[in-house]
């Protein structure tokens, strides 16, 4: 019987229909592919990461751990632990299937990561830094390890960048600040032969992507905790009325007492409706019409603020984030 190591050994050289016949996953009667035999263990992990190794040599997806709330971490920045230790496998792993991962520069310099793939076997993929003002320190572990190759993205108005010419393992990429938006990003990575990206943090980073539509995929976990203020999670410019809002395809799974939501966003356009979505229902009269407040009796707008990064990597006031998950 095929157990989940081995399993995972197959999947991360599946790359086309081909490799995953040769792999010994086969299409059962309901289409999809199963291996012949195996625990259920590695038939949960063909369940939740094929898809993502046949999605094709340019794919750009996302992730995130949250509270049922929708933040990050606490007020102060403490992220230690949003979510559990299974959702932390489930990221390394999407590290493993990457040949890139993303983070702004408030990530990197608040929670000094790693970024590697240390929970599952896997080649650890290029580590980009996004730092227009190239205000990262180079005694940050992505500049210094040697685990991993580092690609740091600096602006091309930058004198920082050139201390790190001689880094052994460090690549200095200086770009105008148009290529900081997320498409361009993306075709400037896949000119490196980088076109599987993983953008991981923070927030904020996150969030251009999603609202660039710059994403086919985002990986949502959600923790059954409850913070009531804090450094929110996904953020950005959203519709008036509900019926415009993006309602992608989305799969659920259990990642121990969390719960990860899989959103397909290739497909999904704002104001489509989904399934028996009332299209003709019009805005609630009186309902979501009033500030959403924190802890502090304050508008949301306030924690808003708080975000450790901002465009591009900058960073915004308050304490960031920490990257429970490096």
């Given amino acids: 019987m095929l157990d989940a190591p081995a399993a995972w050994e197959r999947l991360r050289g599946i790359r086309s229909e081909a490799d995953a016949e040769a792999a010994g996953l086969f299409r059962g009667a309901d289409g999809r592919r199963q291996w012949r035999n195996a625990s259920p263990e590695a038939e949960t992990l063909a369940d939740r990461y094929l898809s993502l190794c046949l999605a094709g ?3 750009t997806f996302a992730q995130l751990g949250q509270s049922l709330d929708g933040f990050i971490a606490s ?13 932390r496998e489930h990221l390394h792993r999407l590290r493993a ?20 793939v240390r929970s599952c076997t896997g080649a650890n993929p290029v580590r980009v830094v996004l730092d227009p003002h190239g205000r990262v320190p180079l005694r940050r572990r992505v500049f210094t390890d040697g685990a991993a190759p580092t690609l740091w993205v600096v602006g091309a108005g930058s004198e920082r960048g050139k201390a790190a010419a001689d880094m052994d393992g460090v690549d200095v990429l200086p770009l105008p600040d148009s ?13 490196r032969d980088l076109g599987r990206v993983l953008v991981e943090g923070g927030g904020v980073t996150v969030s251009r992507f999603l609202h660039a539509r710059a994403l086919h995929r985002l990986y949502v976990t959600v923790a059954p905790v409850l913070l009531g203020d804090g ?3 996904l953020g950005f410019p959203g519709p008036e009325l509900m019926r415009d809002a ?10 121990g007492e969390d719960t990860l939501f899989e959103l397909d966003l290739r497909t999904a356009r704002p104001g489509e409706p989904l399934g028996d979505e009332h299209a003709e229902a019009g805005q609630a009269r009186g309902e979501g019409q009033q500030p959403v407040h924190d802890g502090n009796g304050q508008p949301l707008g306030s924690a808003q603020a708080r975000r450790s990064e901002g465009p591009g990597g900058d960073s915004l006031p308050g304490p960031p984030a920490a990257d429970v998950q490096r």
Avoid: C, K, Q, S
């Fill in 231 to 233: 450094v929110p999670g």
């Fill in 97 to 116: 299937l990457a040949d890139a991962v993303i983070v702004g520069a408030g990530t990197a310099v608040a929670d000094d990561p790693r970024l590697t």
């Fill in 179 to 191: 290529a900081f938006a997320p498409h361009r990003l993306v075709r400037e990575l896949a000119r």
């Fill in 75 to 87: 007020r102060t920045g403490d992220a230690d632990y949003v979510t559990g230790e299974e959702d």
């Fill in 57 to 59: 040599p340019r794919f």
């Fill in 246 to 255: 993006l309602r992608p395809p989305t799969r659920r799974a259990a990642l």
